[in-house]
């Protein structure tokens, strides 16, 4: 079931790849594996998935050790600084900054432990107050303060969009972040590439790729619905 939701999911990319005239190798799938259990994970590792995305310390610390070596680890949930000694070294991209204070503590533990780390800033380009991510207007400052900081690489922009029931309601926010990105390139800010563009979850990844995302984050499209379980008393 898990491959051949991936193969359906890959299609759709390629797809949308070919309606925006792109390259279907400038867009990574990134299986959002969240609550999955590792048996699911290794089934989407059989089919070919590399790239997996967890948003919880604990969970990823877990479940690294239980899957092979080449797997790429994306930490795209809220990260607090404190956790960040747990993953550095550990996963290729950490997807969710949106402070200069948990930038600094991703340089700090990185030189300690003699790894480079790539970062993304997380924008809020809905302005929801229930999402972390800075302001829009805020991106470019946030950007120019992390850049000096040792051992941390801006890559890119990520944005998690509102919940829609059609996808297109969010083609102007991927458009958004798209803009904001090349204005930031534009800065030629030392340090810094806007390569990446994490955008476009199971409900609006193909309207995402149109709009220029290299990283398209897909968890109930592949591992199908999740269960949080009941509410704790
Ligand atoms: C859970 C999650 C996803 C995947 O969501 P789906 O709608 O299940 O595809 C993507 N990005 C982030 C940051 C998430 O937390």
């Known amino acids: 079931m898990t491959g051949e939701n991936l193969r359906y999911v890959e299609g759709e990319i390629k797809r949308a790849c070919e309606r925006a005239g792109r390259d279907v190798s400038e867009v990574t799938l990134i299986a959002v594996s969240k609550t999955k259990p590792v048996e699911m994970l290794r089934e989407a590792y059989e089919a070919g998935t590399r790239d997996f995305g967890e948003n919880k310390v604990q969970e990823l610390i877990d479940k690294i050790p239980q899957m092979p070596p080449d797997v790429r680890w994306h930490m795209i949930g809220h990260l607090q600084r404190n956790k960040v000694k747990y993953i550095v070294g550990r996963v290729c ?36 107050e229930s999402k ?87 968890g109930t499209g592949i591992f199908g619905g999740r269960d949080y379980g009941s509410p704790q008393p």
């Open 93 to 128: 991209m950490i997807h969710s900054v949106d402070s200069l204070r948990l930038a600094e503590e991703i340089s700090r533990e990185s030189v300690k432990r003699k790894v480079e780390t790539d970062i993304l800033i997380e924008v809020n380009v809905a302005g929801e």
């Open 132 to 218: 972390y991510g800075v302001a829009p207007g805020d991106a470019l400052d946030l950007v120019r303060r992390i850049a000096p900081l040792p051992a941390v690489h801006v890559r890119g922009l990520m944005t998690i969009a509102p919940f829609v029931e059609n996808p297109e309601e969010n083609r102007e926010v991927f458009q958004k972040l798209k803009h904001l990105a090349v204005d930031i390139m534009r800065e030629n800010v030392d340090n810094v590439t806007m390569n990446v563009l994490s955008m476009g979850m199971t409900g609006d990844y193909r309207t995402a790729v149109e709009e220029g995302a290299t990283c398209v984050r897909v």
